[in-house]
């Protein structure tokens, strides 16, 4: 049996109202290597409620999410509804696919939740074709985010131990949580999709962050390349990476 993960309790779902947004949003150049890999096989690992499936599989001839979380996946399924769609329950540390046979694997927000960054990055590259391309997006080792994370962040996760501490995140965090959104974000989301995002922020229990010299080390021991990059405004930033020939 499957146990129920961090991401079944609170799955990643905020945005679905509309699918036009959620494609708006996308990394411009994520949504260029889709295109660019037209009726090609694509894979997204820890795919989650399916974002980048959506547009992914206009594009993809073989499109396949991979993700741990049950409930996830199940949302996806609904969401997208495309024949040519497979998912599948998996983890990232042990990809269940063969070696050498994806064109593009999309790990967006993902290797830095599983405990183990190296080996998830490895697997990620393991089953790229020889001149595949990843889609990687990981923490940025050196922003604000971390230190938010860690001190804030483990205070959060230490008072959620106890009802009380849970009654309070529940009651007033989230709340607050909502409200800022409300006050300074652009993009509108309801309380429950604020509450997603609070405890993916503040409350997922394992969260690393990387410099752009660890992926270009763990990039030139694993055969491949980073081909572009992205520092972007977020947390994350994003690599494209080729497996060499």
């Given at each position: 049996?499957?146990?129920?993960?961090?991401?079944?309790?609170?799955?990643?779902?905020?945005?679905?109202?509309?699918?036009?947004?959620?494609?708006?949003?996308?990394?411009?150049?994520?949504?260029?290597?889709?295109?660019?890999?037209?009726?090609?096989?694509?894979?997204?690992?820890?795919?989650?409620?399916?974002?980048?499936?959506?547009?992914?599989?206009?594009?993809?001839?073989?499109?396949?999410?991979?993700?741990?979380?049950?409930?996830?996946?199940?949302?996806?399924?609904?969401?997208?509804?495309?024949?040519?769609?497979?998912?599948?329950?998996?983890?990232?540390?042990?990809?269940?696919?063969?070696?050498n046979t994806v064109d593009l694997v999309i790990s967006d927000g993902v290797c830095h939740h599983t405990g183990d960054t190296v080996k998830a990055f490895c697997e990620c590259i393991r089953i790229l074709k020889p001149g595949?391309?990843?889609?990687?997006?990981?923490?940025?080792?050196?922003?604000?985010?971390?230190?938010?994370?860690?001190?804030?962040?483990?205070?959060?996760?230490?008072?959620?131990?106890?009802?009380?501490?849970?009654?309070?995140?529940?009651?007033?965090?989230?709340?607050?949580?909502?409200?800022?959104?409300?006050?300074?974000?652009?993009?509108?989301?309801?309380?429950?999709?604020?509450?997603?995002?609070?405890?993916?922020?503040?409350?997922?229990?394992?969260?690393?962050?990387?410099?752009?010299?660890?992926?270009?080390?763990?990039?030139?021991?694993?055969?491949?390349?980073?081909?572009?990059y992205d520092r972007t405004k977020g947390n994350c930033h994003v690599f494209i990476i080729q497996k060499n020939e």
């Open positions: 049996m499957t146990d129920t993960t961090f991401y079944d309790i609170t799955p990643f779902s905020y945005g679905y109202s509309c699918k036009e947004s959620i494609i708006q949003n996308m990394h411009p150049l994520l949504k260029q290597l889709i295109r660019q890999n037209k009726n090609k096989c694509m894979v997204d690992v820890g795919c989650g409620c399916g974002r980048n499936l959506l547009y992914a599989s206009s594009f993809a001839s073989q499109l396949t999410g991979i993700d741990l979380s049950i409930q996830s996946l199940n949302f996806a399924k609904d969401f997208i509804k495309n024949k040519n769609l497979e998912l599948i329950v998996g983890n990232n540390l042990a990809i269940p696919l063969l070696d595949g391309t990843l889609y990687l997006a990981v923490y940025k080792k050196y922003r604000y985010y971390p230190l938010l994370y860690y001190v804030v962040g483990g205070f959060l996760r230490l008072i959620n131990k106890i009802k009380l501490g849970n009654f309070i995140i529940e009651k007033l965090f989230i709340k607050i949580h909502y409200l800022m959104y409300r006050l300074f974000k652009v993009q509108k989301f309801s309380i429950s999709e604020s509450r997603n995002i609070f405890f993916d922020y503040f409350l997922t229990p394992i969260a690393t962050f990387q410099s752009k010299k660890d992926v270009a080390s763990w990039s030139r021991n694993n055969n491949s390349t980073i081909v572009d």
